[in-house]
Structures are given as C-alpha cells and as structure tokens.
C-alpha cells in the first residue's frame, strides 16, 4: 500500500506563504487522484485542492487565486503553495491518494500543522 508523507507546515505571519510536500513511496499518478485537504479539531474534513490522473486541478473557492497545486512524476511527489495566507487557513493539512475523493480505499498521511498569526 503507497504512504504518503507531509513536510512544509509551520508558523508564518497573515500575507505570508508556505509550501507543503507530499512524497508518495510509489509512482500514483496513473492511478490515483491526489489531493490536500484541512482538518480543524471538531471540525469536519475539507477539500482544499485536487489533482485527477490527468493532471487536472480543483480549489475550494476559499483558497482559489491564493493556493496553487502542482506534482512532480520524478520524485512521486505533489505540492500545495499556498500564498497570501489568512488567519482562518490555519489547520491541519492531510495529503490523500486514492481511487476517488474521499475514498474508504484511500490514503492519509500524517498532517502538517500549519498556523498562521494575524
């Protein structure tokens, strides 16, 4: 079963910008729909943005013209720059691989924590 690995979250001022990474441990482009979601304790699961076997992207309106997603096939790897940071993107960030949205089959990782300060 692939793993997926966060890295990037961390502490940045409003306005500010941050880059997480998700390393797969195998090549899942093909078949798999990767994306970023964002958690908040009591809270339920939101998609933050998508990427389809194709290369085709998606955004939640919230984070539209600030967050940008993109992947690299070489390194199994997909990045979430996030730009122009508010206060209310603070959370926890989940980077998922799986046959289809929210999938039972699919894959979390760990979370990265990313806090931002107003």
């Known amino acids: 079963q692939v793993q997926l690995v966060e890295s990037g979250g961390g502490l940045v001022q409003a306005g500010g910008s941050l880059r997480l990474s998700c390393l797969a441990t195998?090549?899942?482009?093909?078949?798999?729909?990767m994306a970023w979601y964002r958690q908040d304790p009591d809270k339920q699961r939101e998609l933050v943005a998508s990427?389809?076997?194709?290369?085709?992207?998606t955004y939640a309106d919230s984070v539209k013209g600030r967050f940008s997603l993109s992947r690299d096939g070489a390194k199994n790897a997909i990045y979430l720059q996030m730009n122009g940071l508010k206060p209310e993107d603070a959370s926890i960030y989940y980077c998922?691989?799986?046959?289809?949205?929210?999938?039972?089959?699919?894959?979390w990782g760990q979370g990265t924590q990313v806090t931002v300060s107003s």
């Open positions: 990427i389809t076997r194709i290369g085709a992207t």
């Open positions: 195998r090549n899942v482009f093909s078949t798999l729909i």
């Open positions: 998922y691989a799986g046959p289809t949205l929210s999938s039972p089959r699919g894959v």
